[in-house]
Protein backbone atom coordinates (compact mmCIF):
# COMPACT_ATOMS: atom_id res chain seq x y z
CA UNK A 1 0.00 0.00 0.00
CA UNK A 2 3.19 2.41 1.14
CA UNK A 3 4.46 1.24 -2.14
CA UNK A 4 0.94 2.41 -4.37
CA UNK A 5 0.74 5.71 -2.73
CA UNK A 6 4.66 6.95 -3.32
CA UNK A 7 3.80 5.77 -6.93
CA UNK A 8 0.30 7.68 -7.30
CA UNK A 9 2.33 11.21 -5.65
CA UNK A 10 5.80 10.33 -8.16
CA UNK A 11 2.55 10.15 -11.03
CA UNK A 12 -0.03 12.39 -10.28
CA UNK A 13 1.29 14.06 -6.65
CA UNK A 14 1.10 17.97 -5.85
CA UNK A 15 -1.27 19.30 -9.15
CA UNK A 16 -3.82 22.14 -8.42
CA UNK A 17 -7.31 21.33 -8.92
CA UNK A 18 -7.27 23.92 -12.29
CA UNK A 19 -5.35 20.92 -13.69
CA UNK A 20 -7.40 18.61 -12.98
CA UNK A 21 -10.07 20.27 -14.57
CA UNK A 22 -8.26 21.11 -17.57
CA UNK A 23 -6.95 17.56 -17.43
CA UNK A 24 -10.93 16.24 -17.38
CA UNK A 25 -11.87 18.87 -20.30
CA UNK A 26 -9.08 17.44 -22.63
CA UNK A 27 -9.88 14.02 -21.93
CA UNK A 28 -13.65 14.65 -23.26
CA UNK A 29 -12.50 16.52 -25.90
CA UNK A 30 -10.50 13.83 -27.25
CA UNK A 31 -12.67 10.91 -26.39
CA UNK A 32 -15.48 12.61 -28.38
CA UNK A 33 -13.95 14.11 -31.29
CA UNK A 34 -14.39 11.05 -33.41
CA UNK A 35 -16.42 12.30 -36.39
CA UNK A 36 -13.99 13.16 -38.71
CA UNK A 37 -12.15 10.41 -37.92
CA UNK A 38 -14.79 8.96 -40.45
CA UNK A 39 -15.35 11.85 -42.70
CA UNK A 40 -14.10 10.44 -45.90
CA UNK A 41 -15.58 7.23 -45.46
CA UNK A 42 -18.81 9.29 -45.19
CA UNK A 43 -18.22 11.27 -48.38
CA UNK A 44 -17.77 7.80 -50.23
CA UNK A 45 -20.29 5.89 -49.34
CA UNK A 46 -23.04 8.54 -48.04
CA UNK A 47 -22.24 11.72 -49.88
CA UNK A 48 -21.44 9.95 -53.16
CA UNK A 49 -18.20 12.05 -53.67
CA UNK A 50 -14.86 10.50 -55.13
CA UNK A 51 -12.24 9.25 -53.42
CA UNK A 52 -9.81 12.23 -55.41
CA UNK A 53 -12.78 14.44 -53.76
CA UNK A 54 -12.52 12.88 -50.76
CA UNK A 55 -9.06 13.22 -49.88
CA UNK A 56 -9.20 17.14 -51.03
CA UNK A 57 -12.23 17.56 -47.98
CA UNK A 58 -10.19 16.00 -45.85
CA UNK A 59 -6.93 18.05 -46.75
CA UNK A 60 -8.83 20.93 -46.52
CA UNK A 61 -9.81 19.98 -43.09
CA UNK A 62 -5.83 19.33 -42.15
CA UNK A 63 -5.40 23.16 -43.94
CA UNK A 64 -7.66 24.07 -41.31
CA UNK A 65 -5.42 22.19 -38.68
CA UNK A 66 -2.85 24.34 -39.37
CA UNK A 67 -4.26 27.51 -39.48
CA UNK A 68 -6.19 26.99 -36.50
CA UNK A 69 -2.81 26.42 -34.65
CA UNK A 70 -1.74 29.57 -34.78
CA UNK A 71 -5.08 31.38 -34.39
CA UNK A 72 -5.38 29.80 -31.59
CA UNK A 73 -2.04 30.50 -29.64
CA UNK A 74 -2.24 34.31 -30.84
CA UNK A 75 -5.54 34.41 -29.06
CA UNK A 76 -4.79 32.45 -26.10
CA UNK A 77 -2.25 34.96 -25.52
CA UNK A 78 -4.91 38.41 -25.94
CA UNK A 79 -7.78 36.86 -25.07
CA UNK A 80 -6.95 34.56 -22.18
CA UNK A 81 -6.83 30.59 -22.24
CA UNK A 82 -10.42 30.00 -20.58
CA UNK A 83 -11.95 32.60 -23.53
CA UNK A 84 -10.10 31.01 -26.71
CA UNK A 85 -11.15 27.51 -24.77
CA UNK A 86 -14.68 28.42 -24.61
CA UNK A 87 -14.96 29.69 -28.21
CA UNK A 88 -13.29 27.61 -29.77
CA UNK A 89 -15.42 24.20 -28.42
CA UNK A 90 -18.71 26.51 -28.89
CA UNK A 91 -18.32 27.42 -32.16
CA UNK A 92 -16.98 23.33 -33.20
CA UNK A 93 -20.04 22.26 -31.34
CA UNK A 94 -22.11 24.65 -34.00
CA UNK A 95 -20.16 23.43 -36.82
CA UNK A 96 -20.43 19.71 -36.09
CA UNK A 97 -24.48 20.11 -35.93
CA UNK A 98 -24.59 21.96 -38.99
CA UNK A 99 -22.14 19.29 -41.02
CA UNK A 100 -24.45 16.13 -39.60
CA UNK A 101 -27.12 18.09 -41.51
CA UNK A 102 -25.59 19.16 -44.80
CA UNK A 103 -25.77 17.87 -48.34
CA UNK A 104 -24.15 19.59 -50.71
CA UNK A 105 -20.47 18.86 -51.16
CA UNK A 106 -19.20 22.17 -50.97
CA UNK A 107 -20.91 23.26 -48.25
CA UNK A 108 -19.45 20.07 -46.61
CA UNK A 109 -15.87 20.95 -47.46
CA UNK A 110 -15.92 24.74 -46.03
CA UNK A 111 -17.53 23.45 -43.02
CA UNK A 112 -15.03 20.63 -43.41
CA UNK A 113 -12.00 23.51 -43.29
CA UNK A 114 -13.82 25.47 -40.54
CA UNK A 115 -14.31 22.62 -38.35
CA UNK A 116 -10.26 21.57 -38.91
CA UNK A 117 -9.50 25.55 -37.39
CA UNK A 118 -11.57 25.62 -34.37
CA UNK A 119 -10.82 21.77 -33.88
CA UNK A 120 -6.86 22.97 -33.63
CA UNK A 121 -7.09 26.31 -31.72
CA UNK A 122 -7.69 24.60 -28.29
CA UNK A 123 -4.29 22.71 -28.39
CA UNK A 124 -1.99 26.29 -27.32
CA UNK A 125 -4.71 27.11 -25.13
CA UNK A 126 -4.66 24.05 -22.94
CA UNK A 127 -0.99 23.70 -22.95
CA UNK A 128 -0.66 27.45 -21.99
CA UNK A 129 -2.78 26.97 -19.18
CA UNK A 130 -1.36 24.01 -17.47
CA UNK A 131 2.35 25.86 -18.04
CA UNK A 132 0.60 28.87 -16.24
CA UNK A 133 -1.52 27.25 -12.93
CA UNK A 134 1.64 23.88 -12.17
CA UNK A 135 4.42 24.61 -11.02
CA UNK A 136 7.83 23.96 -12.77
CA UNK A 137 9.07 21.17 -10.56
CA UNK A 138 5.65 19.64 -11.18
CA UNK A 139 5.38 20.39 -14.93
CA UNK A 140 6.82 16.96 -16.12
CA UNK A 141 3.93 14.74 -14.66
CA UNK A 142 1.57 16.74 -15.59
CA UNK A 143 2.76 16.90 -19.18
CA UNK A 144 2.69 12.89 -18.32
CA UNK A 145 -0.74 12.74 -17.58
CA UNK A 146 -1.70 15.18 -20.51
CA UNK A 147 -0.30 12.92 -23.15
CA UNK A 148 -1.81 10.10 -21.22
CA UNK A 149 -5.27 11.47 -21.47
CA UNK A 150 -4.78 12.21 -25.08
CA UNK A 151 -4.08 8.95 -25.87
CA UNK A 152 -6.43 7.23 -24.16
CA UNK A 153 -9.14 9.63 -25.16
CA UNK A 154 -8.39 9.37 -28.86
CA UNK A 155 -8.40 5.21 -27.90
CA UNK A 156 -11.98 5.65 -26.75
CA UNK A 157 -12.97 7.60 -29.78
CA UNK A 158 -11.62 5.34 -32.33
CA UNK A 159 -14.42 2.73 -30.42
CA UNK A 160 -17.07 4.72 -30.22
CA UNK A 161 -16.61 5.86 -34.23
CA UNK A 162 -17.26 2.96 -35.39
CA UNK A 163 -19.90 1.53 -33.62
CA UNK A 164 -21.92 4.95 -34.33
CA UNK A 165 -20.80 5.20 -37.99
CA UNK A 166 -22.32 1.98 -38.60
CA UNK A 167 -25.45 2.94 -36.51
CA UNK A 168 -25.91 6.45 -38.07
CA UNK A 169 -23.25 9.23 -39.60
CA UNK A 170 -26.13 12.17 -38.63
CA UNK A 171 -25.62 10.21 -35.10
CA UNK A 172 -21.81 10.25 -35.26
CA UNK A 173 -21.56 14.29 -35.95
CA UNK A 174 -24.64 15.00 -32.97
CA UNK A 175 -22.55 12.71 -30.49
CA UNK A 176 -19.35 14.44 -31.05
CA UNK A 177 -20.92 17.98 -30.76
CA UNK A 178 -22.62 17.01 -27.43
CA UNK A 179 -18.93 15.68 -26.22
CA UNK A 180 -17.68 18.77 -26.89
CA UNK A 181 -20.46 20.81 -25.47
CA UNK A 182 -19.71 19.11 -22.22
CA UNK A 183 -15.90 19.82 -22.22
CA UNK A 184 -17.07 23.67 -22.96
CA UNK A 185 -19.19 23.18 -19.70
CA UNK A 186 -16.53 21.55 -17.75
CA UNK A 187 -14.28 24.26 -18.71
CA UNK A 188 -16.71 27.61 -18.24
CA UNK A 189 -17.85 25.78 -15.26
CA UNK A 190 -14.44 24.70 -13.19
CA UNK A 191 -11.19 26.44 -15.54
CA UNK A 192 -10.82 30.13 -14.46
CA UNK A 193 -8.61 32.73 -16.63
CA UNK A 194 -4.98 31.75 -15.93
CA UNK A 195 -3.05 34.51 -18.55
CA UNK A 196 -1.13 36.89 -16.38
CA UNK A 197 0.21 39.79 -18.09
CA UNK A 198 2.79 42.58 -16.71
CA UNK A 199 1.33 44.95 -14.22
CA UNK A 200 2.05 48.66 -14.95
CA UNK A 201 4.87 50.11 -13.22
CA UNK A 202 3.75 52.05 -9.73
CA UNK A 203 2.09 55.42 -10.46
CA UNK A 204 2.42 55.24 -14.65
CA UNK A 205 -0.66 54.95 -16.23
CA UNK A 206 -0.49 51.01 -18.20
CA UNK A 207 -0.82 52.31 -21.78
CA UNK A 208 2.41 54.60 -21.64
CA UNK A 209 4.57 52.20 -18.94
CA UNK A 210 3.67 49.02 -21.04
CA UNK A 211 6.20 48.09 -24.02
CA UNK A 212 4.94 47.10 -27.09
CA UNK A 213 3.67 43.93 -27.02
CA UNK A 214 5.93 41.18 -28.84
CA UNK A 215 4.05 38.83 -31.11
CA UNK A 216 4.33 35.74 -33.16
CA UNK A 217 7.30 37.02 -35.03
CA UNK A 218 8.91 36.46 -31.69
CA UNK A 219 9.30 32.76 -31.67
CA UNK A 220 10.26 32.24 -35.18
CA UNK A 221 13.10 34.32 -34.57
CA UNK A 222 13.94 32.85 -31.45
CA UNK A 223 16.81 30.50 -32.59
CA UNK A 224 16.87 28.21 -29.40
CA UNK A 225 13.67 27.47 -29.43
CA UNK A 226 13.59 26.82 -33.01
CA UNK A 227 16.71 24.97 -33.11
CA UNK A 228 14.35 22.58 -30.48
CA UNK A 229 11.54 22.71 -33.06
CA UNK A 230 13.63 21.61 -35.49
CA UNK A 231 14.41 18.48 -33.46
CA UNK A 232 11.27 17.78 -32.47
CA UNK A 233 10.32 17.78 -36.09
CA UNK A 234 13.04 15.38 -37.04
CA UNK A 235 10.85 13.16 -33.96
CA UNK A 236 7.42 13.83 -35.71
CA UNK A 237 8.69 12.69 -38.92
CA UNK A 238 9.85 9.50 -37.37
CA UNK A 239 6.42 9.22 -35.66
CA UNK A 240 4.19 9.55 -38.80
CA UNK A 241 6.12 6.85 -40.09
CA UNK A 242 3.81 4.59 -38.46
CA UNK A 243 0.60 5.72 -40.45
CA UNK A 244 2.56 6.49 -43.50
CA UNK A 245 5.17 4.29 -44.73
CA UNK A 246 4.82 1.41 -42.37
CA UNK A 247 1.76 0.04 -43.98
CA UNK A 248 2.83 0.06 -47.13
CA UNK A 249 5.96 -1.76 -45.66
CA UNK A 250 3.79 -4.23 -44.41
CA UNK A 251 2.01 -4.65 -47.24
CA UNK A 252 4.60 -5.26 -49.40
CA UNK A 253 6.03 -8.31 -46.85
CA UNK A 254 2.62 -9.67 -47.03
CA UNK A 255 1.31 -9.03 -44.00
CA UNK A 256 -2.41 -7.40 -44.44
CA UNK A 257 -4.50 -4.91 -42.87
CA UNK A 258 -5.03 -6.84 -39.83
CA UNK A 259 -1.32 -7.17 -39.23
CA UNK A 260 -0.99 -3.75 -38.88
CA UNK A 261 -4.03 -2.83 -37.01
CA UNK A 262 -2.29 -5.35 -34.36
CA UNK A 263 1.25 -3.55 -34.66
CA UNK A 264 -1.00 -0.05 -33.74
CA UNK A 265 -3.55 -1.64 -31.36
CA UNK A 266 0.22 -3.21 -29.31
CA UNK A 267 1.18 1.08 -29.14
CA UNK A 268 -1.66 2.28 -27.66
CA UNK A 269 -1.90 -0.44 -25.21
CA UNK A 270 1.85 0.37 -23.68
CA UNK A 271 0.83 4.09 -23.57
CA UNK A 272 -2.29 3.54 -21.68
CA UNK A 273 -0.62 1.22 -19.41
CA UNK A 274 2.81 2.38 -19.10
CA UNK A 275 2.83 6.06 -19.72
CA UNK A 276 2.06 6.95 -15.78
CA UNK A 277 5.09 5.05 -14.97
CA UNK A 278 7.32 7.40 -16.80
CA UNK A 279 7.90 10.24 -14.52
CA UNK A 280 9.42 7.56 -11.94
CA UNK A 281 11.84 7.02 -14.67
CA UNK A 282 12.43 10.42 -15.67
CA UNK A 283 12.57 12.54 -13.44
CA UNK A 284 15.68 11.92 -11.91
CA UNK A 285 17.65 12.90 -15.39
CA UNK A 286 17.80 15.85 -17.64
CA UNK A 287 15.62 16.65 -19.99
CA UNK A 288 18.57 16.42 -23.07
CA UNK A 289 19.81 12.86 -21.42
CA UNK A 290 16.19 11.61 -21.90
CA UNK A 291 14.88 13.48 -25.02
CA UNK A 292 18.80 11.86 -26.57
CA UNK A 293 17.57 8.50 -25.27
CA UNK A 294 13.84 8.15 -26.78
CA UNK A 295 14.96 9.33 -29.96
CA UNK A 296 17.79 7.08 -30.32
CA UNK A 297 14.92 4.44 -29.25
CA UNK A 298 13.13 5.34 -31.76
CA UNK A 299 15.78 5.66 -34.21
CA UNK A 300 16.46 2.09 -33.21
CA UNK A 301 12.70 0.69 -33.63
CA UNK A 302 12.23 2.01 -37.02
CA UNK A 303 16.23 0.98 -38.12
CA UNK A 304 14.89 -2.80 -37.43
CA UNK A 305 12.10 -2.57 -39.81
CA UNK A 306 14.97 -3.03 -42.47
CA UNK A 307 15.06 -6.59 -41.29
CA UNK A 308 11.48 -7.03 -40.75
CA UNK A 309 9.26 -9.40 -42.65
CA UNK A 310 7.48 -10.81 -40.01
CA UNK A 311 4.59 -9.67 -38.23
CA UNK A 312 6.95 -10.49 -34.75
CA UNK A 313 9.58 -8.09 -35.83
CA UNK A 314 7.06 -5.30 -36.44
CA UNK A 315 5.42 -6.22 -32.75
CA UNK A 316 8.64 -6.06 -31.15
CA UNK A 317 10.46 -2.28 -33.28
CA UNK A 318 6.79 -1.22 -32.53
CA UNK A 319 7.33 -1.79 -28.12
CA UNK A 320 10.52 -0.23 -28.75
CA UNK A 321 10.00 3.13 -30.74
CA UNK A 322 6.40 3.01 -28.55
CA UNK A 323 8.66 3.21 -25.28
CA UNK A 324 10.67 5.87 -27.14
CA UNK A 325 7.38 7.97 -27.59
CA UNK A 326 6.19 7.63 -24.34
CA UNK A 327 9.73 8.49 -22.48
CA UNK A 328 10.39 12.05 -25.05
CA UNK A 329 6.35 13.60 -24.41
CA UNK A 330 6.79 14.77 -20.82
CA UNK A 331 10.37 16.64 -21.56
CA UNK A 332 9.27 17.94 -24.57
CA UNK A 333 6.30 19.60 -23.33
CA UNK A 334 8.35 21.00 -21.01
CA UNK A 335 11.02 22.40 -22.63
CA UNK A 336 8.42 24.10 -24.68
CA UNK A 337 6.75 25.77 -21.81
CA UNK A 338 10.12 26.77 -20.21
CA UNK A 339 11.47 28.53 -23.50
CA UNK A 340 8.13 30.67 -24.25
CA UNK A 341 8.82 33.91 -22.45
CA UNK A 342 5.10 33.79 -20.07
CA UNK A 343 3.54 36.69 -22.08
CA UNK A 344 3.72 34.55 -25.23
CA UNK A 345 3.51 30.81 -23.82
CA UNK A 346 0.16 30.05 -26.21
CA UNK A 347 2.19 31.58 -29.24
CA UNK A 348 5.16 29.38 -28.40
CA UNK A 349 3.00 26.27 -28.17
CA UNK A 350 1.22 27.21 -31.74
CA UNK A 351 4.42 26.97 -33.66
CA UNK A 352 5.84 24.08 -31.62
CA UNK A 353 2.39 22.39 -32.68
CA UNK A 354 2.62 23.10 -36.57
CA UNK A 355 5.57 20.52 -36.74
CA UNK A 356 3.25 17.46 -36.37
CA UNK A 357 1.28 18.79 -39.54
CA UNK A 358 4.12 19.96 -41.57
CA UNK A 359 5.98 16.13 -40.35
CA UNK A 360 2.40 14.60 -41.42
CA UNK A 361 3.38 15.85 -45.05
CA UNK A 362 6.73 15.77 -45.23
CA UNK A 363 6.69 11.89 -44.03
CA UNK A 364 4.62 10.61 -46.63
CA UNK A 365 5.27 12.73 -49.09
CA UNK A 366 8.73 11.74 -49.02
CA UNK A 367 8.60 8.52 -47.26
CA UNK A 368 7.02 7.44 -50.33
CA UNK A 369 9.77 8.41 -52.92
CA UNK A 370 11.99 7.01 -50.58
CA UNK A 371 10.62 3.32 -50.06
CA UNK A 372 9.94 3.10 -53.85
CA UNK A 373 13.97 3.84 -54.82
CA UNK A 374 15.29 2.51 -52.14
CA UNK A 375 13.08 -0.15 -50.54
CA UNK A 376 13.87 -1.91 -46.95
CA UNK A 377 17.26 1.04 -47.07
CA UNK A 378 14.40 3.78 -46.21
CA UNK A 379 14.45 2.43 -42.88
CA UNK A 380 18.13 2.83 -42.29
CA UNK A 381 17.80 6.59 -44.00
CA UNK A 382 15.14 7.15 -40.87
CA UNK A 383 17.00 5.00 -37.74
CA UNK A 384 20.43 7.54 -39.15
CA UNK A 385 18.01 10.53 -38.88
CA UNK A 386 16.58 9.79 -35.41
CA UNK A 387 20.30 8.91 -34.48
CA UNK A 388 21.59 12.40 -35.98
CA UNK A 389 18.53 13.99 -33.53
CA UNK A 390 19.75 12.66 -30.52
CA UNK A 391 22.98 13.59 -30.65
CA UNK A 392 21.53 17.48 -31.84
CA UNK A 393 19.76 17.22 -28.14
CA UNK A 394 22.80 15.93 -26.18
CA UNK A 395 24.42 19.12 -28.13
CA UNK A 396 21.60 21.27 -27.85
CA UNK A 397 20.83 20.61 -24.51
CA UNK A 398 23.53 23.17 -22.09
CA UNK A 399 23.43 25.95 -24.23
CA UNK A 400 19.07 25.54 -23.85
CA UNK A 401 19.08 25.01 -20.40
CA UNK A 402 21.34 28.45 -19.53
CA UNK A 403 18.68 30.37 -22.07
CA UNK A 404 15.98 28.84 -20.01
CA UNK A 405 17.88 30.09 -16.56
CA UNK A 406 18.19 33.45 -17.98
CA UNK A 407 14.59 33.81 -18.72
CA UNK A 408 13.38 32.75 -15.52
CA UNK A 409 15.75 35.22 -13.84
CA UNK A 410 14.07 38.08 -16.23
CA UNK A 411 10.72 37.31 -15.59
CA UNK A 412 11.38 37.09 -11.76
CA UNK A 413 11.94 40.59 -12.16
CA UNK A 414 8.52 41.37 -13.45
CA UNK A 415 5.69 41.87 -11.41
CA UNK A 416 2.20 40.19 -12.81
CA UNK A 417 -1.57 40.67 -13.16
CA UNK A 418 -4.33 38.22 -14.09
CA UNK A 419 -6.69 39.88 -16.87
CA UNK A 420 -9.37 41.27 -15.86
CA UNK A 421 -7.65 42.14 -12.56
CA UNK A 422 -5.86 45.54 -11.48
CA UNK A 423 -3.68 44.35 -8.28
CA UNK A 424 -0.38 42.94 -8.95
CA UNK A 425 0.25 39.51 -8.23
CA UNK A 426 3.12 39.48 -6.06
Same mark, same amino acid.
Given at each position: ????????????????????????????????????????????????????????????????????????????????????????????????????????????????????????????????????????????????????????????????????????????????????????????????????? %? #? $???? /??? =??? *? &????????????????????????????????????????????????????????????????????????????????????????????????????????????????????? %? #? $???? /??? =??? *? &??????????????????????????????????????????????????????????????????????????????????????
Amino acid at each position: MHALRRWWHDTAGGLPATFWYLWAGLLINRAGAFAMLFLSLYLTDVRGASVGLAGTVVGAYGAGGAAGVLLGGVLADRWGRRATLLAAHLVTAGLMVALAFSRPLLLIAVLSALIGVVHSMPSPAFVAAIVDVVPAERRSRAFNLQFWAFNLGMAVASLLAGVLAEASFTALFLVDAGATLTAAAVIGWKVPETLRV %A #A $PAVG /QPA =ARS *A &PRRPGLHTALTDRTFLVFVGLTFVLAVLTMQTSTIMPLAMSADGLGPSAYGSVVALGGALIVVGQLFVPRLIDRHRKDVVLAASTALLALGFGVLAVADELAIYLGAAAVWTVGSML %A #A $PPNA /QIN =ADL *A &PPQLRARYQSVFYLTFPAAAFVAPTLGGVSLQHLGDRHWLIVGGLGMVAAIGHLLAGPPRERHVAALRRADERKPTTHVGDRAPIA
